[in-house]
């Protein structure tokens, strides 16, 4: 049976961990050793994708699609005022539903019986049988953020896809049984059609830096080993920075040298952030240093006193298993997601309460305790489903599980 992964156009490296998260599993899809029955390949809307094993193959982009279809007579019907906006609004629909016809027929062509969609709310083809990742349900089990509920008609095209497009994918595929639990509670879902692949770290670990570059990355911030806090995350709403800086300015009254430092691109909220670190006069201790190269991060990781997650979405966040990956003490939302990757190697807190917060940091500077939480993460490491060799054989399981279904017809 062949299976087209369905590549994103220009998928932003700057969105953080949802690319961290595609960009091994492409990797790995295009390594891994599938069983002999399926054939596995990449389509795209984009030209030129850097592959190394697998065959590749374009599709033409809607926008290019419409180009080749648009006639002079339609360039200069468009320019005629009030008449033209509508022509033009009509004559765009059509060339949408022929474009969804021209791809269907291209991937029959092609042979492939079934698409996997490698990120979630991603349908780039109506009307064909497809499997979809995955990563939450924050709409409909969060509090009512921006970005999840007031923003750019969030909420109503979430809604829309949970509701009429999702359930008809043949698998839906998430991170967690935390994550499986809350789809079937909250959608008129079938069991049988989710599966867990679990999360994996992303491939920070192979970025580790020579000890004098490693040095010099923290110069460059002017940070100190073991006295700072990381906090790796998106300037969204639910990432929950404000709770953070308040457990932060708590922390500095008895712990005056340490620092806070954030990563991340601005997701809407970072000018309302820098404004509360200014009015809290905390600009010198916490540091936002942006989008940074993945060697920083893993100096981040490597030499912080710990990461601190206090995300108010989950049920699972990549975070927290890069920091298994560099023996980083863990201290994050008491999420259950959370405490299934996790288990007892990590410090939980209520993080809308800073005191709380501020509590776990100071418990893990001392070195005692640091250890100890060191030592359960390695175990936690040793032993976990959450890692990417596990994920990629369960891949290649549950793909193979549908070759009979789909093989009932042409």
């Known amino acids: 049976m062949k299976v087209g992964v369905f ?31 399926l054939e596995i390949c990449f389509v795209s809307f984009s030209e030129g994708m850097s592959l190394n094993k697998k065959e590749f193959y374009h599709i033409e982009s809607f926008s290019d699609f419409a180009k080749n279809k648009i006639k002079l007579i339609d ?20 060339f949408e539903l022929l474009h969804q016809i021209f791809i269907r027929e291209k991937l029959k062509e092609l042979g492939i019986k079934l698409i996997l969609l490698p990120i979630q709310q991603f349908l780039p083809v109506r009307d064909f049988p497809f499997i979809s990742l995955n990563w939450d349900i924050a709409h409909l089990t969060a509090e009512s953020f921006p970005e999840t509920t007031y923003r750019n008609d969030s909420f109503r095209k979430r809604n829309e896809f949970y509701q009429n497009i999702l359930p008809g994918a043949l698998r839906i595929f998430v991170e967690s049984e935390s994550g499986k639990k809350e789809l079937i509670d909250n959608l008129r879902i079938s069991s049988k059609k989710v599966k867990v692949i679990p999360l994996f770290a992303s491939d920070l670990k192979k970025h580790a830096l020579e000890n004098n570059t490693y040095t010099a990355c923290l110069s460059k911030y002017n940070l100190i080993e073991k006295k700072f806090f990381f906090y790796p995350a998106q300037f969204w709403a639910h990432k929950n920075h404000y709770n953070l800086i308040r457990a932060f300015c708590l922390l500095s009254k008895n712990r005056p040298d340490f620092k806070l430092v954030f990563t991340g691109g601005d997701a809407g909220n970072l000018t309302y952030i820098n404004k509360i670190i200014k009015d809290y006069l905390m600009e010198e201790k916490i540091i936002n240093c942006g989008f940074i190269a993945k060697e920083e991060m893993a100096v981040f990781y490597s030499a912080t006193a710990g990461l601190v997650m206090p995300t108010l979405i989950g049920p699972t966040n990549m975070p927290l298993l890069e920091a298994l990956d560099f023996n980083c003490p863990i201290l994050c939302s008491d999420i259950e997601g959370h ?30 305790i640091r250890s100890f939480y060191i030592a359960k993460g390695k175990i936690v490491l040793k032993n976990t489903k959450f890692n990417f060799f596990n994920s990629m054989n369960l891949l290649n399981q549950f793909i193979l599980e549908l070759e009979p279904i789909c093989n009932c017809w042409e």
């Open 339 to 368: 405490r299934e990757i996790l288990e007892d190697a990590a410090c939980y807190f209520n993080p809308l309460i800073p005191e709380e917060i501020c509590e776990k940091m100071e418990l893990v500077i001392d070195e005692n």
């Open 7 to 37: 590549l994103i156009e220009k998928y932003n490296p700057k969105v953080g961990g949802g690319f961290s998260y595609y960009e091994r599993l492409i990797g790995g899809i295009d390594m891994y050793n599938f069983a002999d029955s």
């Open 75 to 94: 360039k200069i019907i468009f320019k005629i005022p009030k008449i033209g906006l509508y022509y033009k609004e009509r004559k765009y629909r059509t």
